[in-house]
């Protein structure tokens, strides 16, 4: 085998490379001549991952142990060191890819800038291995493999502190290696002959076909010279795809009958011919294979539950397909992954998924589909048919948290963005990653609600009751009503009703209050400070000017207040005592009706009555805040009851007798009227 001698034991898990196998061990233990960079790359299927696997057994001291080290080549194997960070990024964003190494490193950065910059400053090696690019994204025509490469992976080659050893698809390498300076990084083409090792392929095959190692016993595999020579011919003919050879073998094995082990015909060169020589060895049509496959080709990383494979199968082909799935295992089983599920809480029970075997038979069979946007239509058309009753609360997992992923690629994403109850219900992380692949201006005002508030859904990753909260009031801020009305009707029991929202910029503080009337009961009201130029605002004081202590009162300018009028000491409508000389020169104030969304004009603030402190001790709830969250209570019993959190810090806040809750950010204010119910997160 290339580059290896018959005095050492090969790698048990990668069974050679030991070219590939030297340079990487050279860039571990950071060799004079060794590049800080080093790529791996090569055609999907030519073993990238399987190398990246072995060397990292070879990192992990806790598998160094179980690996024959003083029988292998000592030039392939790294000096005994702290495993490197490895954030791995399947199925993950380049955002998640990198707080993963932020937390290995236990970094303090609240922002991607900050990471790299702190990694840049550290004492310690930062040494980070990333492998299956090509699989990272929970969306995959989002194009994350290229976010990652170009938001992550550039800035830490660039850092002359980092020594990156990354595994990428040939495009991705050749990018990523274009920005660095000439010696930096190192490329290894595991297709090219200074890499490629054909006799690995031979090795892999005849180890495969061996009943000692799991094969059944069959003329061909329990003869040895038989084995021997089909498993020769086997890797002779994969050229550099160990997946062709996995592909040759588990379809030998699996369908024997009248398979001729000296014709080298039945014997694939490619993945596209491992499927039609099996299709035909079985008496079928490759194109019917190929039509099974190609939901699994379209689907999103986790692929789908066996239930719904007949289903958009016969989508894609616009025919029915159950029959072939029905009996369709001996046909698709060498090229499928099934996997045990467990599913969701509410669902109870397990789920069989299946996923094709490696992502290159999906490449494979998308590049043979006349036309794949028209196929992802189908499917999504046929996915949506699949809602019991459109509640999506009752949807397929599946459905719910990928659909978005499917229309992405139809072309239809914009249309679906539609129906608050996806976007209650669907996984916000893949959800989100679909949205933000469309041009902002293609979106619907539905749609850029919820990516305004994507941030906070997937950060706190909470339950869909809790996303409703969430989606409920930024729906009432952005000016749509209906859609907060539909979340109402999901069926959950929100923690409050948003009763309006102000889109006013500057509030510095807020307090609720009461009108007197001349007749009837009083009017309550919420007060918000504001800068003097706000159009309807209303100078206070005698020289047109207010301020706001750090308890809550507003005064005037003279310094004077009325104790029956605006203000109060009981803490809850508290400003923060740095905001205190902010507001000075913040000389109006906006009156607004506290539980209808009716800005009230012409109001002397002189008038408003706060409430008292006996009425506040008296009240059932209570609040307390912190920077970007506020917490109200159960007076009686101490449990929170409804808990705000927010992406931009609170500027003032201030809770009614009765309930009702007035907050301000600099985006402006809003008031919610608290229903004493379950604990729940919001904003």
């Not at 690019?133 to 990652?148: I, N």
């Not at 950010?665 to 004493?676: Q, W, Y």
């Amino acid at each position: 085998m290339s580059g290896s001698t018959e005095d050492y034991a090969p790698h048990p898990h990668i069974g050679g490379r030991t070219a590939a196998l030297r340079a990487v061990a050279a860039w571990r233990r950071a060799a004079p001549d060794a590049p800080r960079v080093v790529v791996v790359t090569g055609d999907s299927g030519s073993g990238r991952s399987r190398l990246l696997t072995g060397f990292l057994m070879l990192c992990e001291p806790e598998f160094r142990k179980q690996l024959p080290l003083d029988a292998m080549d000592p030039s392939t194997v790294p000096p005994e060191l702290p495993a490197p960070a490895v954030p791995a990024p399947d199925g993950l964003t380049a955002a998640q890819a990198l707080w993963l190494l932020a937390d290995h490193y236990e970094l303090d950065a609240t922002s991607t800038q900050g990471v790299f910059a702190e990694l840049a400053a550290l004492d310690e090696p930062v040494t980070v291995v990333v492998p299956d690019v090509d699989r990272a994204g929970p969306v995959r025509a989002a194009g994350e493999p290229a976010r990652l490469v170009r938001e992550v992976l550039a800035p830490l080659a660039a850092t002359g502190t980092v020594r990156l050893l990354a595994e990428l698809p040939r495009p991705l390498a050749v990018e990523l290696a274009t920005g660095l300076a000439p010696g930096t990084v190192q490329i290894i083409d595991l297709d090219e002959p200074e890499w490629a090792d054909p006799a690995v392929l031979v090795l892999h095959a005849q180890a495969a076909l061996n009943p000692e190692f799991g094969a059944p016993e069959l003329p061909f595999t329990v003869d040895p010279a038989a084995r021997l020579a089909l498993g020769a011919a086997i890797g002779r003919r994969a050229g550099t795809s160990p997946l062709v050879v996995q592909l040759a073998v588990q379809g030998v094995l699996m369908a024997p009958e009248g398979f001729d082990p000296a014709d080298e015909g039945w014997l694939p060169t490619s993945v596209g011919e491992a499927l039609d020589l099996h299709a035909r060895r079985v008496g079928a049509d490759p194109q019917t294979l190929r039509l099974m496959l190609a939901p699994l080709a379209l689907a999103e990383t986790e692929g789908i539950p066996v239930s719904l494979w007949g289903r958009l199968a016969s989508a894609v082909a616009e025919q029915d397909m159950s029959q072939a799935i029905a009996g369709g295992m001996l046909l698709a089983g060498p090229f499928v992954q099934p996997e045990e599920q467990r599913a969701e809480e509410e669902q109870g029970g397990g789920r069989m998924l299946l996923r094709l075997l490696h992502p290159a038979i999906g490449d494979e069979i998308r590049a043979g589909l006349p036309n794949v946007r028209a196929a992802q239509t189908r499917i999504a058309m046929a996915l949506l048919e699949a809602v019991p009753g459109q509640d999506w609360s009752r949807a397929d997992p599946y459905v719910r948290n990928h659909i978005a992923g499917h229309t992405l690629e139809a072309g239809l994403l914009p249309q679906l963005l539609t129906d608050p109850g996806l976007f209650v219900h669907a996984d916000p992380v893949s959800l989100r990653a679909a949205i933000e692949a469309v041009p902002v201006e293609a979106l619907g005002a539905p749609a850029r609600t919820y990516l305004r508030t994507a941030p906070l859904l997937t950060r706190t990753q909470v339950p869909p009751a809790l996303r409703a909260a969430l989606l409920e009031t930024a729906f009432v801020e952005d000016g749509l009503p209906e859609y907060a009305d539909a979340v109402h009707r999901l069926g959950f029991e929100l923690p409050w009703r948003t009763l309006w929202s102000l889109p006013v910029a500057g509030v510095s503080a807020v307090t609720v209050g009461s009108l007197p009337r001349p007749e009837g009961p009083t009017t309550p009201v919420a007060v918000l400070v504001v800068p003097a130029d706000t159009p309807g605002a209303r100078p206070v004081g005698g020289m047109g000017e207010i301020e706001m202590s750090a308890t809550g009162e507003i005064s005037g300018a003279d310094g004077t207040g009325d104790s029956d009028g605006v203000g109060g000491s009981d803490g809850v409508g508290e400003a923060d005592e740095t905001d205190e000389t902010a507001n000075r020169g913040r000389s109006a104030v906006l009156v607004h009706d506290l539980v209808r969304p009716h800005p009230l004009a012409d109001i002397d603030p002189g008038q408003i009555l706060r409430p008292s402190e006996d009425e506040r001790a008296a009240a059932p709830l209570g609040l307390s805040r912190g920077a970007d969250y506020l917490r109200v209570w159960d007076r009686a019993s101490g449990e929170v009851v409804a808990a705000l959190i927010s992406d931009t810090p609170f500027t003032a806040a201030d809770l009614s007798p009765d309930g009702v809750l007035v907050v301000a950010t600099e985006r402006g204010a809003k008031a919610l009227h608290i229903r004493p119910a379950a604990a729940t997160i919001a904003s």
